[in-house]
């Protein structure tokens, strides 16, 4: 089916570290993929997508590239901040469908 | 409005009662979604309207979940005879055009607990 599998948490990492959160999708269709954050006492809002494969979505200095080959879209940050804390969520839309399905998503805590 | 607003935000409901939980889409925003959220899981697709049409609504769970829009804007998810197992976040979200690509903008959901 049109699944995404996402890295399971909950990540806790200390403040500049290097973060990667790995999502992969299974190859049906041609899906477009997000991410999709959750601050703490917030509603769910999208950081970066990207449509096709090998395009580079950005935001906020999160990056994550669609990977065909691999069938992957891990986020990725140089150096993650106590701001950054929150829940990710990668998603997938297929074409013709607007329907979003989610990773069961990953909690991320950043200490000073 | 300047986003996606829900309600009521919190809902309290003994087994069995029926509740309606509304939608209030961003003006002009054509598609509408509905999403289940468990505690610890990620948002589940419900049902999708342009406009007024349903166009999909193969992810409500039983026949006790019904969804409308009438209108083409507000929306209203209702729940018949509600079971424990019906206690989630119910989350909507609207987008601007029927477009794979086009961002969904989420409500702050509303979060149902049966008794």
């Known amino acids: 089916g049109n699944s995404v599998t996402q890295m399971e948490g909950p990540v806790t990492l200390s403040e500049e570290a290097f973060l990667t959160i790995n999502c992969t999708y299974t190859?049906?269709?041609?899906?477009?993929l997000f991410w999709y954050v959750q601050y703490p006492g917030e509603g769910l809002q999208l950081l970066l997508k990207?449509?096709?494969?090998?395009d580079k979505g950005s935001n906020k200095g999160f990056e994550a590239t669609y990977r065909k080959e691999t069938t992957s879209f891990h986020l990725e940050k140089g150096s993650v901040q106590v701001s950054d804390s929150a829940v990710y969520f990668c998603?997938?839309?297929?074409?013709?469908?607007?329907?979003?399905?989610f990773g069961t998503g990953t909690r991320l805590t950043i200490i000073p | 409005g300047a986003g996606v607003s829900q309600s009521p935000r919190y809902k309290v409901a003994k087994r069995g009662q029926d509740v309606a939980l509304r939608c209030d889409p961003i003006?002009?925003?054509?598609?509408l979604f509905w999403y289940q959220q468990a505690l610890g899981q990620g948002p589940e697709f419900l049902t999708y309207?342009?406009?007024?049409?349903?166009?999909?609504k193969s992810g409500l769970p039983s026949d006790r979940f019904f969804a409308e829009r009438p209108e083409g804007s507000v929306s209203t998810l209702k729940i018949q005879r509600t079971q424990q197992e019906d206690s989630a976040v119910y989350l909507c979200?609207?987008?601007?055009?029927?477009?794979?690509?086009?961002?969904?903008?989420f409500g702050p959901g509303t979060r149902l607990t049966v008794l």
């Open positions: 309207f342009q406009n007024e049409a349903q166009l999909d």
């Open positions: 190859a049906t269709g041609y899906p477009s």
């Open positions: 979200a609207s987008s601007f055009y029927g477009a794979p690509g086009n961002e969904q903008f």
């Open positions: 003006s002009g925003h054509v598609s």
């Open positions: 990207a449509t096709k494969a090998d």
């Open positions: 998603a997938r839309v297929n074409f013709g469908n607007e329907k979003l399905t």
